[in-house]
């Protein structure tokens, strides 16, 4: 049986969520690296076939190809998750999984207010991470905190796909040195119960140690001066 290709990056946290979705569902698949920093493998036509945007994450089953994050994990869990499986990632019945979407939703929003303050992409010009947008960063956090006060998990007592994906947006944070974590118990231990779990090492840990190795050593200097970068 021909295994699915899982095209990636691993400083993408979109790629960590479909990572830990693939990994927790036991999915035999194999691993495509894309380059985004130098853009080569981005601009392949071979890749552009797949996904026209030239954006990981792409999931490659067969003849069809998927991209979007939560829609790869989504389709997923439909394929591969047993009806019978107590603890879903992607519940069947309507109300629960229109629960689990809201919460992907909400979880697209945070990636998007912590990222535009961790702001990768103008590391190389030495202004991390961009203090005018951590005011967003309190919000995601004081919603998700809110959240977390009904139930261990984001959706439920156990871990559902939008655990899967906060977990590597939250840990972002990790890159900018953000610690202030004090009004938030709640969501401190979600992060612990998540770490916890089986293949979060393989699927998200070890990808934000090397986002943050890469760019605190200020390893980007040695890289081509593109447009990745916003350098002219």
């Not at 569902?25 to 194999?30: I, Q, R, S, T």
Request: charge should be negative.
């Amino acid at each position: 049986m021909q295994k699915m290709e899982f095209y990636y990056h691993p400083f993408s946290s979109p790629c960590m969520g479909v990572w830990f979705t693939l990994n927790q569902l036991g999915v035999n698949f194999e691993l495509k690296f894309v380059d985004l920093i130098t853009e080569v493998d981005q601009r392949k036509e071979e890749f552009l076939k797949m996904n026209p945007l030239g954006k990981v994450p792409v999931l490659k089953d067969g003849d069809f190809c998927l991209n979007e994050s939560h829609a790869i994990a989504q389709y997923l869990c439909l394929k591969y998750e047993a009806d019978d499986t107590a603890q879903k990632l992607y519940p069947k019945d309507l109300q629960n999984q229109a629960k689990v979407n809201s919460l992907m939703y909400l979880e697209s929003d945070c990636l998007s207010k912590i990222y535009n303050y961790v702001n990768l992409t103008l590391w190389a010009r030495d202004q991390p991470p961009r203090k005018d947008r951590l005011n967003d960063v309190y919000s995601s956090l004081n919603s998700l905190e809110t959240i977390l006060e009904r139930s261990k998990f984001l959706a439920n007592e156990h871990p559902t796909l939008p655990d899967l994906f906060a977990i590597a947006t939250v840990n972002l944070l990790d890159v900018a040195k953000f610690n202030d974590y004090q009004k938030y118990p709640n969501l401190v231990a979600w992060k612990q119960r998540m770490q916890q779990l089986p293949h979060y090492e393989e699927s998200v840990g070890k990808h934000i140690l090397a986002i943050t190795d890469f760019f605190q050593s200020k390893a980007y200097l040695n890289l081509p001066k593109n447009d990745y970068w916003g350098i002219k």
